[in-house]
């Protein structure tokens, strides 16, 4: 669209970008200094070519067909890959190859990790050679890959795969820099007297700031409504959201992250411990707040009064090992000087839960 409107009525525009884009963007560097090796050839002679830039002769007509089959397009000139022509084939028994199709076939999408101790029971029983756990992964990869979906029936009677969607990780080496470089959220589930109840959690990971809100829904919305007042309650722009892979975190919580450009992180299934923070938050809330209030959970208007209470206990007054000793407001405010934190007012009668 830009481009359309620079060049509306100039002749010849349109032609000129296209040059410069696939000039700046599609040609490299290589491509380049070979062009430039070929006009210095067309200019000066083979000898000097030759003698100048080190170059077999039979080379550079081989760049001169690659640039003529080409069409005269730099692009030609790129290097390819380097990979040989015949490829040597992974001559491998027979039986080790069925062993992990059958292991692959019982415990579908088993890792390679996995596989390689039975294989090599199996192979210590037979008189084979086991092969490493690379070669197990290369194997598989020869073989198809030997991926299994599980499938369900829509309302129509279809049979449909269910794919695991691919979702942006959290990075292994991933550490907090300031607060609300990422916040952490999470939720409890308790039952009481048959009926379930929610505390949706979240903490800073860089000054353990933490937030909880008692609710009745596990639904997407909830979620949002929460987010909503932890963005209301923290005085921070929150630059990365880390939840795990629930469906309250989908449709409309990812719906208000996308609206506020806010990166999100989900950590990888079964692996609690890449939400540490969280999960921590979670432990000290239930065996110093939910342990004795859990009766009040069956009205969560009456429990969130008394959590608001302890949670600004817990982020002014109370003392972490984590900070060494300090409290989240304080570790806030030592480790920036300019730090204008305030906590809203909760003894005039007005919390925060009103406003939602």
């Given at each position: 669209m830009q481009i359309h409107r620079l060049s509306y009525q100039v002749k010849g525009f349109v032609r000129i970008t296209d040059y410069a884009l696939r000039f700046a963007y599609m040609v490299t560097d290589q491509a380049k200094e070979k062009a430039r090796i070929l006009n210095f050839w067309q200019k000066y002679g083979l000898t000097a070519t030759t003698e100048a830039f080190k170059i077999k002769e039979r080379t550079l007509y081989y760049w001169q067909a690659k640039l003529k089959k080409g069409n005269g397009q730099l692009e030609a000139l790129n290097g390819g890959s380097k990979a040989p022509k015949n490829k040597r084939l992974r001559l491998w028994p027979e039986p080790i190859k069925q062993k992990i199709k059958d292991l692959r076939t019982e415990h579908p999408n088993l890792s390679k990790e996995k596989i390689h101790p039975f294989l090599l029971v199996h192979c210590q029983e037979n008189n084979l050679t086991c092969p490493s756990v690379s070669t197990i992964g290369n194997l598989i990869r020869d073989m198809g890959g030997l991926r299994t979906f599980s499938q369900r029936v829509s309302h129509f009677g279809k049979v449909k795969l269910l794919k695991r969607a691919k979702v942006l990780r959290k990075p292994r080496n991933f550490q907090a820099l300031y607060p609300g470089h990422c916040g952490s959220f999470d939720t409890v589930e308790k039952i009481i007297q048959g009926c379930r109840r929610y505390v949706l959690t979240f903490t800073d990971v860089y000054s353990r700031f933490s937030l909880?809100?008692?609710?009745?829904?596990?639904?997407?919305?909830a979620v949002k409504e929460f987010f909503n007042l932890v963005t209301f309650l923290f005085p921070y722009p929150l630059a990365y959201a880390l939840t795990d892979n629930g469906s309250e975190f989908k449709k409309h919580f990812n719906e208000e992250l996308i609206r506020l450009h806010v990166a999100y992180y989900h950590t990888y299934p079964k692996t609690p411990k890449m939400n540490a923070h969280c999960e921590r938050f979670n432990m000290s809330l239930q065996?110093?707040?939910?342990?004795?209030?859990?009766?009040?959970?069956?009205?969560?208007?009456?429990?969130?009064?008394?959590?608001?209470?302890?949670?600004?206990?817990?982020?002014?007054?109370?003392?972490?090992?984590?900070?060494?000793?300090?409290?989240p407001v304080n570790f806030i405010t030592n480790s920036s000087p300019d730090c204008k934190m305030y906590l809203t007012n909760t003894v005039a009668g007005i919390f925060p839960f009103d406003l939602l």
């Open positions: 909880a809100w008692s609710t009745t829904s596990h639904a997407s919305l065996e110093e707040y939910l342990d004795y209030h859990q009766s009040e959970l069956l009205l969560p208007e009456k429990f969130n009064v008394g959590l608001m209470k302890y949670l600004l206990w817990y982020n002014t007054e109370r003392p972490h090992f984590g900070l060494k000793l300090q409290t």
